[in-house]
């Protein structure tokens, strides 16, 4: 959108997701029975990102990007999320994903309501599968710079980006 009048940038788990995150919903599927720990240490900041998505990456070894996605359909999203995405975009915003889960979540949700742009921690593919390796990291800091290049590349001044979240690796972005 040229002449954007702001960025409103969405955390995903906790925020744009209800009553579960990206990485429990998949577990399910995965059979990752590790995940609630991961997540728990995570939290108790007794691992970093880095560790629980190399952890948690392991299991989508040979998995498809698009069984994986088709997993996502069915993840819980708050009520009123295309209402609001249309009302913002009237308002001349545009909308991005900044979160540091894996980015093929972030991009499946981008697409399903029209959001301009998603980061995230990026799994490897080969042909379509996931190697079970993790490609590149995506920690707070890369989720606040995610968000201050996406607004300064459309020219969108610092003081129109507006940061919605719910967890410390929100607090960087909120300094922006």
Not at 20 to 48: C, F, Q
Request: net charge neutral; aromatic share 10%; hydrophobic share 45%.
């Amino acid at each position: 959108m040229a002449n954007a009048t702001g960025v409103v940038a969405f955390d995903l788990d906790g925020t744009l997701i209800r009553h579960t995150t990206v990485s429990l919903h998949m577990a399910l599927w995965l059979g990752n029975d590790d995940m609630p720990r991961l997540e728990r240490l995570y939290a108790e900041g007794k691992i970093t990102n880095a560790e629980a998505a190399v952890a948690d990456a392991r299991f989508y070894r040979n998995r498809a990007r698009a069984d994986a996605c088709a997993q996502l359909s069915s993840i819980p999203i708050i009520n009123g999320v295309p209402e609001t995405a249309r009302g913002l975009r009237q308002r001349g915003f545009l909308l991005i994903i900044a979160t540091i889960i894996s980015r093929f979540a972030a991009e499946f949700i981008q697409k399903r309501y029209g959001f301009d742009a998603a980061s995230g921690c990026v799994l490897h593919e080969n042909n379509g599968l996931f190697t079970g390796e993790v490609a590149r990291h995506f920690d707070a800091r890369d989720k606040a710079n995610f968000v201050a290049d996406f607004a300064q590349a459309r020219g969108v001044n610092p003081v129109r980006v507006i940061a919605v979240g719910d967890s410390t690796s929100d607090l960087r972005m909120f300094e922006f």
